[in-house]
């Protein structure tokens, strides 16, 4: 049996019509599994998280270690420090204490997240391949040749030999961001509603279900 191609036409900035590309089936082709692209997206998200947040507990109040009053007679319950989470300006119990958020996700997993996402925006006809990024990096430009092409909220996919000018025109626009071939994730993906891969990183795009980063790009 034979595999079944999965074709696109590429645009250039002008928004004409180019040469017609194949795509890789094992990337592009499958079927989109939104399970596995909301684990991977909150792996990304724990990843990101400082977990930096913390209190002071009984231990590491300074405050003097003299009993506050005499055991008997009082008619108050029996204390020997003010440091205990009773008193105000004592420690805090059991509160937060700094550690990571992140958690391990097997990369096989991670794989298919991306191929989803990838295949996801295929499917809903929201990928561009564009055929070259050369421009004269002026953003009014770029800008009004991205609106006649109909694309808003957009991620950008660059390779290696993405011309310098457009991506300064590109970082003056609203709801565009420029992303390098080497950081595509799935939470950046998503959050957009079109995916644009210039023609020289789509080769290593297309690679993504032989290799993948080992720490999520965030």
Known sequence: MKEPKVKIKSLNL?????KEITLDVNVFGISPRPDIMARVIRWQL?????????????????????????QKGTGKARHGSGSVSQF???GMAHGPVIH????????KVRKLGLKSALSD???LGKL???DGSKCDGKTSTLKKKLDEMGVGKTLVISGIGVET???????????LDVLSHEGINVYDIVKKENLIIIDDALKTVSYT??????????
Not at 14 to 18: A, L, M, V
Not at 170 to 175: H, P, Q, R, S, T
């Open 209 to 218: 279900h032989l290799t993948l980063p080992t720490t999520p790009y965030v």
């Open 100 to 107: 990571s958020h992140s958690h391990n996700l097997n990369k």
């Open 121 to 123: 925006k295929f499917k």
């Open 88 to 90: 105000r300006g004592g």
């Open 14 to 18: 002008n928004n004409k019509s180019g």
């Open 128 to 130: 561009i391949i564009l």
């Open 165 to 175: 000018n457009f991506v300064k025109a590109a970082n003056n626009i609203k709801n």
């Open 46 to 70: 724990a990843k990101r998280r400082l977990g930096n947040h913390s209190v002071k507990t009984r231990s590491e109040i300074k405050m003097t270690t003299a009993k506050m009053y005499k």
